[in-house]
């Protein structure tokens, strides 16, 4: 049994025992030909829990976002997103190089929103110098923190009133919605389109779920098969995700509670600096004095703790393998790593 303490992400988790048998007792045909029983079941019942009409089964959450560009843009438009979201920064520039579409950054405040006024003022008007504005995308649960309310119904507003389209990429959308206790349906039926990853807090294995209307799913379709997406007996990977929407949606406000845990005991520890969460997901971010960065990951590594430490801050993620136990050792460590620290 693999005891190792994984916080670098919510994608590490192993498939449970349980997992894996639905995955080894799947029904499966040729989904390029419409024949996957559990592709079919699980993108309409995605669809449902995100308050869209139809749903498409795509290989991650880059593949996703990629496809809402590509479907709600055309070659010379633009799509506005945080210079700090994943559909920006961290997908190599696919909508650029593969839509041809070009992004209108908007920097992040510092809750992580996109200030809404800084919007308004990016979208570009009707002058044949500029880029067509057609996009805007949004990001819940962005660095761990979900977006209220209020903010949603604004941004969703100020995307009406100025004719873009709305993408929500909603990788952790299920830790938004079971930490404010609004309906996944409710937060993504006010988009255009929703990217889901099924990937990472809900423990499948591979695989994402794009959904939106029928039309917009399919000419999402025809450009997942371009971009070498159409996969055959998917229902193995399917069913995965059926047994993540049965059985690991709930389960996510346990990741909240450990890592709220983890935040508060991290915070007695006099070197470290736990930034503060109203509203904490599954993630914790610490800073610590620059002089303990180099030692850290190694020292850590070695008591079977793995964490991602390049600079401050540095972030921690609860998930389906981490325990009130992980939690518990995982403090330790670090009260250990700072006596050795100052001794030295
Ligand atoms: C992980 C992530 C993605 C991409 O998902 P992959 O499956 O890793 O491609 C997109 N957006 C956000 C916010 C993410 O955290």
């Known amino acids: 049994m693999d005891t190792t303490i994984d ?10 025992a349980a997992m894996r048998q639905a995955m080894a007792g799947a029904k499966v045909g040729d989904d390029v030909y419409g024949d996957d029983p559990c592709v079919n079941e699980l993108e309409l019942r995605a669809a ?11 290989t991650s959450g880059t ?6 560009i590509l479907t709600h843009c055309q070659r010379g438009e633009e799509y506005i997103a945080g210079m700090r979201s994943h559909a920006y920064l961290e997908e190599a520039g696919g909508g650029a190089v593969l839509a041809s579409v070009q992004p209108q950054p908007i920097e992040n405040q510092a809750d992580g ?13 009707d002058d044949f110098h500029l880029a067509i504005t057609k996009l805007f995308c949004l990001e819940n649960t962005f660095l761990g923190t979900p977006l209220t309310e209020d903010y949603l119904q604004n941004a969703c507003s100020l995307a009406r009133k100025n ?6 990429d909603g990788a952790r959308l299920f830790n938004a919605a079971v930490k404010t206790g609004v309906p996944a349906r409710e937060i993504a039926g006010q988009f255009d389109s929703v990217s889901a990853c099924l990937s990472k807090g809900l423990g499948s294995p591979i695989g994402s779920i794009l959904a939106g209307s029928t039309q917009f799913i399919a ?9 070498g997406g159409g996969t055959r007996q998917a229902g193995i990977l399917a069913a995965a995700g059926i047994y993540a929407l049965d059985h690991h949606i709930d389960r996510l406000a346990v990741d909240h509670e450990l890592a709220q845990m983890l935040a508060n005991e991290l915070e007695q520890i006099q070197e ?10 599954n993630m914790v971010f610490i800073s610590v004095p620059p002089s303990a960065i180099d030692q850290l990951s190694g020292f850590m590594r070695a008591r079977g703790i793995i964490l991602t430490v390049e600079g401050n801050p540095i972030r921690l993620v609860t998930h389906l393998n981490v325990d009130e136990k992980a939690i518990t050792k995982t403090v330790h460590q670090f009260k250990e790593f700072f006596l050795q620290h100052q001794a030295a």
Do not use: C, Y
């Open 163 to 168: 004719g873009l389209n709305l993408h929500l």
């Open 219 to 227: 000419k999402a379709r025809r450009w997942r098969k371009m971009l």
């Open 48 to 58: 449902k829990i995100l308050g869209q009409e139809a749903g498409l089964f795509v």
């Open 7 to 16: 916080f670098r992400s919510d994608t590490v988790t192993q498939p449970t």
């Open 272 to 281: 470290i600096n736990v930034e503060p969460a109203a509203l904490r997901t």
């Open 63 to 68: 593949q996703g976002n990629l496809l809402a």
């Open 113 to 125: 929103t996109l200030d809404l006024e800084a919007v308004q003022a990016a979208i570009k008007p």
